[in-house]
């Protein structure tokens, strides 16, 4: 199971931390990924991140604003995220996948947190 927190409302130009928070022992093994979905919008990723840590993804639209990466040892994923904009409100979710490679496709995540909501305002 999946569980995120940290959102919450923000005035543009500010930073939010999200946390994602795992059970279950196999967590180190998974690649895990944030993603968000605005109002009338698909789930788009944001960021991923491989099982040891070392490698990230980002999406064109946060590269550079957002960080993503994780404590294995407390099977914990997180999300940085500064200079936030209006387009950034979403409900972020973050997901595992039961693989080795990071991906950037919603279908290919096998397990979801419940989301947490982020609102930037202008």
């Known amino acids: 199971q999946l569980q995120a927190s940290g959102g919450g409302l923000v005035q543009t130009g500010g930073s939010l931390r999200l946390s994602c928070a795992a059970s279950g022992r196999t967590f180190y093994m998974y690649p895990m990924g944030w993603f968000r979905q605005a109002p009338g919008k698909e789930r788009e990723f944001v960021a991923g991140i491989t099982s040891s840590g070392v490698s990230t993804y980002y999406a064109d639209s946060v590269k550079g604003r957002f960080t993503i990466s994780r404590e294995n040892n407390k099977s914990m994923v997180f999300l940085q995220m500064n200079s936030l904009k209006p387009e950034d409100t979403a409900v972020y979710y973050c997901?595992?996948?039961?693989?080795?490679?990071?991906?950037?496709?919603?279908?290919?995540?096998?397990?979801w947190g419940q989301g947490t909501k982020v609102t930037v305002s202008s």
């Open positions: 997901a595992a996948r039961r693989g080795v490679v990071v991906c950037n496709i919603t279908s290919e995540f096998d397990y």
